[in-house]
T-cell receptor, first 119, second 113 residues
Framework: AQKVTQAQTEISVVEKEDVTLDCVYE???????LFWYKQPPSGELVFLIR??????QNEISGRYSWNFQKSTSSFNFTITASQVVDSAVYFC????????????????FGQGTRLTINP | GAVVSQHPSRVICKSGTSVKIECRSL??????MFWYRQFPKQSLMLMAT?????????EQGVEKDKFLINHASLTLSTLTVTSAHPEDSSFYIC?????????FGPGTRLTVL
């Protein structure tokens, strides 16, 4: 069965510090997608990134960057120069192979990491 | 981007009553929608897959007679929590797909007294 583990339940840092959120996944599928979502206090999920299993290139988007290491089944997320507005719960998620194309796909979510950025 | 709406955003009801939550895809047609449940400070758990024109598929451990799902059109899926009890209090989120990306609704917070 597929599984996503976010070992860090809560992280608290001071503004402008860099912070890395860990995500380790388990799957027997060779084709899959990995995701990161942000959930602010309002509850609405905000899509951050989707990465397919064949693309191991790291990605940078502004202050956000993602490191995908297939060898260690990890998909870590780093926020550089954190800001108070980054405070939220962050979820890592994994899709299953039956939905690795354009169709609808089930997602398995990690437990989430509550990130607090203090001024 | 695509938008998924939910109604109501918040509902409080008495134990034993039924509550209906609507999920709409506002600018695209969705043959499949997903319903998730999130208890406080916990992760999202998939409850069921809603299929337009056919029966919903429920995840293991989810009571299909308690959580009725109807996907009557390509833009609307409804989740009815029947005979709600305090343990059903949760944040219910629906989602749908467009071109491989999942779009989530804003969620419905259900409180059963």
């Amino acid at each position: 069965a597929q599984k996503v583990t976010q070992a860090q339940t809560e992280i608290s840092v001071v503004e402008k510090e860099d912070v890395t959120l860990d995500c380790v996944y388990e799957t027997r599928d060779t084709t899959y997608y990995l995701f990161w979502y942000k959930q602010p206090p309002s509850g609405e999920l905000v899509f951050l990134i989707r990465r397919n299993s064949f693309d191991e290139q790291n990605e940078i988007s502004g202050r956000y960057s993602w490191n995908f290491q297939k060898s260690t089944s990890s998909f870590n997320f780093t926020i550089t120069a954190s800001q108070v507005v980054d405070s939220a719960v962050y979820f890592c998620a994994l899709s299953d192979s039956s939905s690795a194309q354009w169709g609808a796909q089930k997602l398995v979510f990690g437990q989430g990491t509550r990130l607090t950025i203090n001024p | 981007g695509a938008v998924v709406s939910q109604h109501p955003s918040r509902v409080i009801c008495k134990s034993g009553t039924s509550v209906k939550i609507e999920c709409r895809s506002l600018d695209f047609q969705a043959t499949t929608m997903f319903w998730y449940r999130q208890f406080p400070k916990q992760s999202l758990m998939l409850m069921a897959t809603s299929n337009e024109g056919s029966k919903a598929t429920y995840e293991q451990g989810v009571e299909k007679d308690k959580f009725l799902i109807n996907h009557a059109s390509l833009t609307l899926s409804t989740l009815t929590v029947t005979s709600a009890h305090p343990e059903d209090s949760s944040f219910y989120i629906c989602s749908s797909f467009l071109f491989g990306l999942e779009y989530f609704g804003p969620g419905t917070r259900l409180t059963v007294l």
